[in-house]
């Protein structure tokens, strides 16, 4: 049930009401809380740090729905909490709206709390009273306006601001490469750096930092008041395990964002794909994600540093993006078409009236194949002439022999006489795809192979099949009604 949605002067704001999750705050369309869990975050973020620390001046970053405040609130030896957060609106709703009232318990009205509404950076940076606690409760940075909010010269303009006793507790990112990045970062700055992790009941796990001048001890029980800590709990939270892989890492900074580099990397990746010719290439559809053209050139550094990569690049959905690889040093291989069609009664109306169009008395019969393409001559054959042309293009070499040993859908066209003159390679999943792979055959021939393998797959799979041609054979693929064709240009590095 929505109980809010308008337009502060910087974001959308969403406050709902759910039947299993309770009061939940959106913005931008990103959930911030829900009421059955944001215990086990604020939690971790707002009172881990006080088993450890008895800080009287506390600096809350963000914070602004006064949850973390909350918390806080209820040690006696906190003397003043400043909640520093960039839109007014959210602290107005926080001391005005009664079911974010309920859930903060009131703790922006109380006299220990400042409100400030301004850039956590600009404000931490700036020389200023002595702190003890900094709470850093900001999104996960996807943008490098947020990345500085995660800077090693943010960490350390706080670490100036600090006392002798004085910490800093963050969220972070739990993928590997993007949490030793934060990690690699609070440690060039921090004497000591403790990372914990909370899971969120199967829905989800975050991480958190606390880094200090000195060694932590707990000097005090978890209060009987909370949801989700207990002492267990506290007492094992900073173990690692013994297998945890130390990764190499790169700090980072203002100028070189390197955790918003390796989180946009993860997103980027939504698209990829292992190159099924050369397992030791990546593929990525540059179009295929939600990614901006902008972000693409933040992930691509952190990306090149894993693996080779090969881009299909859809300048419909993502224009510029062949522009980007070429400066950066990629090359053009080829150009493939890919479409989609949907093999309902309609589509099989259309190809059968474009058959008999253009009829040129040739004949053909479909073969199915499971198994390697070294399973059958003919299928070797064509296949093998078909790497030979295409699918080296990145290497420019011989067809590559691991290719013919995988296992695969092969269908296979042959004339009246039996001759093979079509082949196509075809990858089941959930769109399924269809590489194709010409031989001999008339156009009505290599025509009638998609046909009857259209009709194979919707009797097999249903839904829709996805296919992958050259740009020499794409006509084809439109003249047989295709729904949705999109070009792709193929780069890889040089």
């Not at 606390?210 to 173990?239: G, H, M, N, Q, Y």
Request: proline share 6%; hydrophobic share 40%; aromatic share 8%.
């Amino acid at each position: 049930m929505e109980l809010l949605s308008e337009r502060s002067d910087r974001q959308h704001i969403e406050l709902s009401r759910d039947p299993v999750h309770g009061l939940v705050l959106t913005l931008d369309g990103k959930r911030q809380f829900s009421e059955d869990l944001e215990h086990r975050f604020h939690e971790a973020l707002g009172v881990v740090p006080l088993l450890y620390l008895s800080p009287r001046r506390v600096f809350v970053g963000g914070g602004g729905d006064g949850l973390i405040a909350a918390r806080l609130l209820k040690f006696p030896f906190v003397e003043r909490v400043v909640v520093c957060d960039f839109d007014p609106e959210i602290t107005r709703l926080a001391r005005e709206h009664p079911a974010l009232v309920r859930l903060n318990e009131g703790s922006l009205h109380d006299p220990r709390v400042e409100l400030i509404h301004d850039d956590a950076f600009a404000r931490l940076t700036r020389a200023g009273d002595e702190l003890d606690l900094v709470i850093a409760d900001f999104p996960l940075p996807a943008t490098r306006e947020l990345g500085r909010l995660y800077s090693v010269e943010l960490y350390r303009a706080i670490h100036a601001r600090l006392g002798p006793e004085g910490a800093l507790a963050v969220h972070g990112p739990t993928l590997p490469a993007p949490a030793a990045i934060l990690r690699k970062t609070l440690a060039s700055v921090f004497e000591h750096v403790y990372w914990y992790g909370v899971d969120y009941r199967g829905r989800g796990h975050h991480g958190f930092a606390i880094a200090s001048k000195r060694p932590l001890t707990r000097v005090r029980s978890t209060p009987a008041w909370s949801r989700w800590l207990s002492d267990e709990v506290a007492d094992a939270l900073f173990a690692r395990p013994k297998d945890e892989p130390t990764e190499q890492a790169t700090v980072h900074s203002v100028e070189e964002p390197e955790l918003v580099r390796a989180l946009l990397a993860y997103a980027a990746l939504s698209t990829a794909s292992a190159y099924p010719y050369d397992e030791r290439f990546l593929t990525l559809r540059m179009g295929g994600s939600e990614l901006s053209l902008a972000e693409w050139a933040l992930a691509l550094p952190h990306l090149e540093r894993q693996s080779a990569l090969i881009f299909y690049v859809d300048e419909a959905r993502c224009p510029g993006g062949r522009a980007l690889l070429e400066a950066r040093g990629y090359v053009a291989r080829n150009r493939f078409a890919r479409l989609e069609i949907p093999v309902g009664e309609r589509s099989r109306e259309q190809v059968v009236d474009l058959w008999e169009r253009h009829d040129d008395g040739s004949v053909a019969e479909l073969c199915v194949i499971d198994g390697p393409a070294e399973s059958d001559p003919d299928v070797a054959r064509m296949f093998a002439a078909y790497l030979t042309r295409h699918g080296m293009i990145f290497n420019d070499g011989p067809a590559h022999p691991d290719m013919m040993k995988l296992p695969a859908l092969h269908l296979l066209c042959r004339d009246p006489a039996g001759k093979a003159v079509a082949l196509l390679r075809v990858r089941p999943g959930p769109t399924t795809e269809i590489d194709a792979v010409y031989g001999e055959g008339t156009r009505r021939q290599n025509a009638l192979s998609i046909i009857l393998c259209t009709r194979y797959l919707q009797e097999q799979f249903g839904g829709v099949v996805a296919g992958w041609s050259t740009e020499r054979l794409a006509p084809t693929y439109q003249r047989l009604g295709a729904a949705l064709l999109g070009w792709f240009d193929v780069l890889s590095r040089a």
